[in-house]
């Protein structure tokens, strides 16, 4: 399967084209194609992170030092009780569950999850329970 030329890949194939043509208006033909690919660089690197997802990593960095202080598999509303920096209004439990789940989804998984009674309980990676012990 082909990948689909860009404006900017075009742009360096009329580039190619105009340099070893003897045209006129070479210098200002290369000027204009430097100028519209400078343009298309810089509206690609607008594409980072937002302010937003900047907080989310910090706000994620704040949960799992959260977690290193819990020896026990918690729900989002548990751990909203033992770690109280974490209550409402500051965050809601749906912002926390967002947040659990990018962490349990994250490639490596940062937090692990066991859904009992269709109640998800969190935890680190890696601990071990009294009832895991059998």
């Known amino acids: 399967m ?26 200002e033909l290369l000027e204009f194609i430097d100028k519209e690919i400078a343009m298309l660089n810089k509206r690609s690197g607008k594409s980072g992170e937002t302010a937003k997802q900047k907080e989310n990593e910090v706000l994620k960095a704040q949960i799992l030092d959260a977690f290193k202080g819990l020896k026990k598999m918690v729900t989002i509303s548990e751990f909203q009780t033992l770690c109280p920096q974490f209550m409402p209004p500051k965050y809601s439990n749906q912002k926390l569950s967002a947040m659990f789940r990018q962490l349990h989804d994250a490639e490596p998984m940062m937090l692990d999850k066991k859904v009992i009674k269709k109640k998800s309980y969190f935890f680190l990676p890696g601990m071990v329970f009294e009832e895991d012990k059998e």
Request: charged letters at 40%; proline letters at 0%; one cysteine or more.
């Open 2 to 27: 082909t990948t689909k030329m860009t404006k900017k890949d075009k742009f360096a194939i009329v580039k190619g084209i105009v340099e070893k043509s003897n045209c006129k208006d070479k210098a």
